[in-house]
């Protein structure tokens, strides 16, 4: 029999599946290599090992709520379907041109990343609808069905529709829609008006290219693995994690897979804002580092800041505006290719670099000893003493430190002179630079100073990297709370269901029109409620109104939050003086003179969040005894030390100073020289600095 209570998390990485299980106040986890060919296997395999963990059969697991990378992944790697774009003549090259704009202003041999789909691919029907979606010349059938007969006879599995000003008026997109309904019933189709309907053709169409470039994918994904579970005896309805940090369907995830691209990353901002919640902390950054990248968020106020607008494949040195963009609601973070299959190399200037290529899970870094010989962060944390060979993944997986050695002396140390430790050191102080500059550089666009925040690590790879983090960004506090390996599984298991609707409807402060605003968000909160209600039923749902708006002339929008009753009888001088007040938060001081724009309205529906107890906080508990230990290289010393090594279950209630090892199946916590830990009561391994003229 089905229990409610028995819920499973379930996160797709780059190299790991992580399988969490959640029976009541017990939570059972695991760890296992991510299967590319057919990412289910993993899913069932790491299922079973966590039911025989906690002695129950898959049956009685009532709910699985699972994040995937496989969207991001086919859309870095450029293997989704064969897909169509059908749009209005005069626009067949809008996901070329981009918005053009230089992302490196002084690169004279710039070169622009490839559209997912070439000119060839790219069809054109007649019919206009102006800036207003007032029909400006009309579309008829007779004009559309040579089109489709022309994707009929290509073979095209998917097909995207994205038409001038179909934010405002989608009749058009409808119509093409029908047509490709009746004569490629097989075909699937994505309408932007559905997709994103926001302003900004280019954002658009590319977004719904993307949904309809993964769609097949995704979906037939999806279908083996409710057939895969169905064969395993598991009945229970299955919820996807989407970007914006909530859960939808598994029928929405299907029909918008798009909203999947940073499901994985969105799960771990919401363990890392529960843990927030937990300890009261109103600025954090959340360190989520796996083994192919690393994500990083700030939490304010216990809420992961979000965005309207994100980067997939940023191909130029991570340089925002050099990927191709997806307009959807997310989580805003910054997400890097370094994990600990990152592979380094020495470059043409006889420098380290690190990532953005990862080993993955196959072949793996070298010390995986399943094919790869060239050296990973894993490689380097092994040589430097951070990992025990014989306990890694829980011992599942046995790494060899001769072949990590070899591999960093063959194509670091000869190139660069050095012995096995100086390449690992390099190696592991670039990527640990790499982290440090990307939230830095967060930051400073979000106009925050890091040394007020606190850390909260995350993910396999991310304890071994915190503390040294910490020390370059001058953090002084870290928390790595219990199953920080496999956190982001767990934060599916913290969110609520939620979906966010938006809509473009532009309209100045001088012409504000408070009856079409509160049209505009009854209809959005209608549509995002229904979403929310097909996967909660009767429970509790709660909304959330935003509006974007700038000055006049302005390029960008900043998002402006709304009460209820602000949101059911707006008026103008309202939403001035709330703009005029985030606007001088952000910038120092508004811009007298200029009217105010407002161009995207949104509604998010969720469930409320859960109830979270506070955490009574120890401050000095007793000192662990210290029975074993090893060499592990301290970064800042630059030097060998003689660290305590200790089991994480075993130092419940109890303080360690460092330099030390606290291990447990997922993970590795190195606490460095400068650190002292503090077992928190909720088992949160409290790290903070040591105080000024104690030994280091």
């Given amino acids: 029999m089905q229990q409610k209570s028995i819920r499973l998390g379930v996160d797709i990485g780059g190299t790991f599946t992580d399988v969490v299980l ?92 490839e559209p997912l789909l070439p000119r060839q691919m790219r069809y054109v029907v007649p019919g206009r609808m102006d800036a207003g979606g007032a029909e400006l010349v009309p579309l008829t059938r007779d004009q559309i069905e ?105 029928e929405s995830a299907a029909e918008f897979p798009v909203r999947l691209v940073e499901s994985g990353p969105a799960g771990g901002a919401v363990f890392a804002a529960h843990i927030a919640a937990r300890y009261g902390l109103d600025k954090v950054l959340s360190f989520d580092m796996g083994g192919t990248t690393a994500k990083i968020c700030l939490i304010q106020n216990q809420t992961p800041k979000t965005s309207r607008v994100f980067e997939v494949a940023r191909t130029y040195r991570f340089k925002k505006g050099s990927g191709m963009p997806i307009s959807i609601p997310v989580i805003d973070m910054v997400e890097i290719g370094a994990g600990g299959g990152s592979l380094g190399h020495v470059d043409a200037m006889r420098q380290i670099r690190v990532g953005p290529e990862s080993a993955g899970s196959e072949p793996g870094p070298a010390c995986y000893a399943r094919g790869g010989t060239r050296p990973a962060v894993t490689d380097a944390d092994l040589v430097l003493g951070k990992l025990d060979p014989d306990f890694f993944a829980g011992g599942s997986i046995a790494l060899d430190a001769s072949a990590s050695g070899t591999a960093l002396v063959e194509h670091i140390g000869q ?79 913290r969110a609520p269901f939620s979906f966010e609707a938006t809509r473009s409807a532009y309209m100045t402060l001088a012409s504000f029109d408070a009856g079409r605003v509160v049209t505009l968000l009854t209809e959005l909160q209608a549509e995002a409620e229904g979403f929310v209600r097909s996967c909660a039923g009767d429970a509790t749902v ?55 724009e407002m161009t995207v309205w949104s509604v998010n529906a969720t469930t409320p969040p859960q109830d979270v107890a506070s955490v009574d906080q120890t401050a000095k508990p007793p000192e662990a005894q210290t029975v074993k230990t090893r060499e592990v290289f301290d970064a800042r010393l630059q030097s060998f030390v003689t660290a305590g090594v200790f ?50």
């Avoid at 503390?467 to 506090?477: S, V």
């Avoid at 959330?544 to 103008?572: F, N």
């Avoid at 360690?656 to 190195?670: D, F, K, L, N, R």
């Fill in 146 to 250: 040579p089109v489709v007969d022309a994707i009929a006879k290509a073979g095209y599995q998917s097909v995207a529709v994205g038409l001038i000003h179909s934010y405002l008026n989608d009749a058009h997109e409808r119509l093409v829609r029908d047509v490709l309904a009746e004569r490629l019933p097989d075909v699937m189709v994505s309408l932007s008006s559905e997709v994103s309907p926001q302003m900004r053709e280019y954002e658009r169409f590319n977004t719904t290219v993307a949904n309809s470039y993964i769609k097949p994918l995704m979906k037939s994904y999806l279908d083996r693995l409710r057939g895969r579970l169905a064969g395993e005896g598991v009945g229970c309805p299955v919820f996807l994690m989407h970007s914006g940090g909530g859960i939808i369907s598994i």
């Fill in 22 to 113: 959640e029976t009541g106040a017990d939570v059972f986890s695991t760890k296992v290599l991510t299967t590319y060919a057919a990412p289910e296997d993993a899913i069932i395999d790491g299922l079973h090992q966590v039911c025989t963990k906690a002695d129950i059969a898959p049956s009685d697991i009532g709910q699985i709520i699972h994040g995937t990378t496989l969207a991001t992944n086919a859309l870095i790697e450029r293997r989704g379907a064969k897909t169509a774009l059908i749009t209005t003549e005069g626009f067949r090259d809008v996901i070329e041109m981009r918005t053009e704009s230089r992302f490196e202003q002084y690169d004279l041999n710039l070169v622009l990343p």
């Fill in 415 to 493: 190139t660069l002179e050095m012995d096995a430790p100086t390449a690992a050191f390099g190696l592991a102080e670039v990527v640990d630079e790499n982290m440090a500059n990307a939230a830095r550089v967060h930051a400073v666009e979000n106009g925050e100073d890091l040394s007020g925040y606190t850390m909260i690590a995350f993910g396999g790879a991310a304890p071994l990297h915190a503390a040294r983090l910490c020390e370059k960004l001058g953090i002084d506090r870290c928390l790595v709370p219990p199953g920080a390996g496999v956190g982001s599984a767990i934060g599916f298991l």
């Fill in 542 to 596: 709660l909304s959330e109104y935003k509006v974007y708006m700038r000055y006049k002339g302005q390029g960008w929008e900043i998002p402006i939050s709304l009460t209820q009753p602000q949101a059911k009888a707006p008026d103008a001088a309202t939403l001035e003086t709330i703009f005029a007040e985030d606007y001088t938060k952000l910038f120092g001081r508004p811009v007298v003179g200029l009217d105010i």
């Fill in 647 to 696: 089991a994480r279950d075993q130092i419940a209630a109890h303080a360690v100073s460092g330099p030390a090892v606290i291990e447990e199946p997922e993970t590795t916590v190195i606490l460095p020289s400068s650190r002292n830990l503090v077992v928190q009561p909720d088992g949160c391994l409290d790290i903070h600095i040591k105080p000024e003229g104690s030994a280091a």
